[in-house]
């Protein structure tokens, strides 16, 4: 499980550090920083996949993403006295994302090439990166260690292995360092950081995949797009958990239930309610309705996820639903660590009320997000590879 979460300079989080629990709020009000959290773990996702960069190039670039404010803001600005100015940087200029849990840590530390003549400059590139054992990073706990495009790793009897392994300076040693002999860990840590899953907002429009019948496969996580609904439900449904889907769609629907129905290996969703002669197809559903089951398909998945990231899931619902997705976050919750990003205090409420919640809330301070009543002495033990 992760315990910390560390960001510096991407976007309004200058220096975050966070404590995460096995379900966890990020709260706030708008413009607080929430939607930057939500896309930093992404980024950190991205990162075992070798993706970071293009993720960062559809941002608009690492200077687009990087703090826009001074490196530090002095007092005077602080009481009012003085404007804010720009000040001469006396840091090396980079984004830094982090990591730890009880086991593992990581993090990574991209910035800006040297200039030379090319049409990428604008290409983040990996300083550092580091792997460590433990929820805290000391030079007796690290793994594997990254130093521009070279990589060492720890040896079996405690020094540095011998040799240093090149990568590409674009390449995340998580993706493109592979060798289990060197340093199993790195690809254990890889592939857990891979597992992590992140749902945003669903269609449930007119033409949204979720309406349409499609061929069905065996389906343990269901899509981004919601498009393969009915196969999830359905897998949920064969793996022995019918009694868990038939309580959470009760709960939200009084005497509702749910069935899927196939023809020729094309797999429809059939609602049935009470008072209705029969079912209704997934098109005849309302958009919250729809959005209901999506998550339910999401979360009760049989194949829980390192992480589970949850962006707003009250978006579009009722209030009446949101106690039903409460119990269903927490059911969720009971299997894998998840991480939930919401404004809405009914759904905040009705969480704290079924399960144990570590609220995170985050405020704006001259443009920079803060945790709401975090000194220095209460933030969670964190360390920084150096350059």
């Known amino acids: 499980m992760l315990t910390t979460l560390a960001v510096a300079n991407y976007r309004s989080l200058r220096d ?65 006295r003085a404007p804010v100015q720009g000040t001469v940087r006396s840091k090396a200029v980079g984004l830094r994302l982090g990591f730890a849990g009880d ?28 792997v460590w054992s433990g929820p805290v990073l000391r030079p007796a706990t690290l793994l594997a260690d990254r130093a521009g495009p070279s990589v060492r ?61 499609r061929l069905g496969t065996r389906t343990f996580v269901l899509s981004h797009d919601g498009a ?54 997934a098109a005849e559903l309302s958009d919250g309705t729809l959005r209901y089951l999506l998550w339910v398909a999401a979360l009760l998945t049989p ?3 390192e992480l589970l990231v949850l962006n707003e899931p009250e978006t579009s619902l009722h209030p009446d639903l949101l106690p039903a997705l409460a119990v269903l976050i927490a059911t969720a919750a009971k299997e894998t660590q998840v991480v939930v990003v919401s404004h809405a205090s009914p759904l905040i409420r009705a969480l704290s009320e079924v399960a144990e919640v570590g609220m995170v809330e985050l405020e704006k301070e001259y443009g920079e997000t803060k945790l709401v009543g975090q000194g220095r002495l209460d933030r969670p033990s964190w360390h920084w590879p150096a350059r």
């Open 103 to 130: 086991e593992f840590g990581y993090a990574l530390d991209l910035g800006l090439p040297v200039p030379a003549k090319t049409a990428f400059n604008l290409d983040p590139e990996f300083k550092r990166e580091a």
């Open 303 to 305: 194949r829980p996820p």
């Open 153 to 213: 790793t720890r040896v079996a009897s405690g020094g540095w292995g011998p040799e240093q392994f090149k990568i590409r300076l674009s390449d995340s040693m998580l993706s493109e360092f592979a060798d289990p002999r060197a340093c199993p860990e790195l690809l254990v840590l890889r592939e857990r950081i891979r597992s992590w899953r992140f749902y945003d907002h669903f269609r449930t429009d007119a033409a949204a995949p979720a309406r349409q019948s």
């Open 16 to 80: 975050l550090v966070l404590p995460l629990s096995g379900l966890t709020v990020v709260t706030g009000p708008n413009g607080s920083g929430k939607s930057s959290l939500y896309r930093a773990l992404r980024l950190l996702a991205d990162a075992s996949r070798n993706g970071a960069v293009a993720a960062l190039a559809r941002e608009g670039g690492l200077p687009s993403t990087l703090w826009a404010g001074p490196e530090t803001i002095g007092r005077a600005v602080r009481e009012g």
């Open 228 to 281: 393969d609904l009915a196969a999830a439900l359905q897998t949920i449904i064969e793996a022995g958990r019918a009694a868990d889907l038939e309580s959470l769609v009760d709960a939200a629907f009084p005497g509702s239930r749910l069935s899927v129905a196939s023809t020729d290996g094309a797999l429809s969703l059939h609602f049935h309610q009470h008072g209705l002669l029969r079912p209704l197809s």
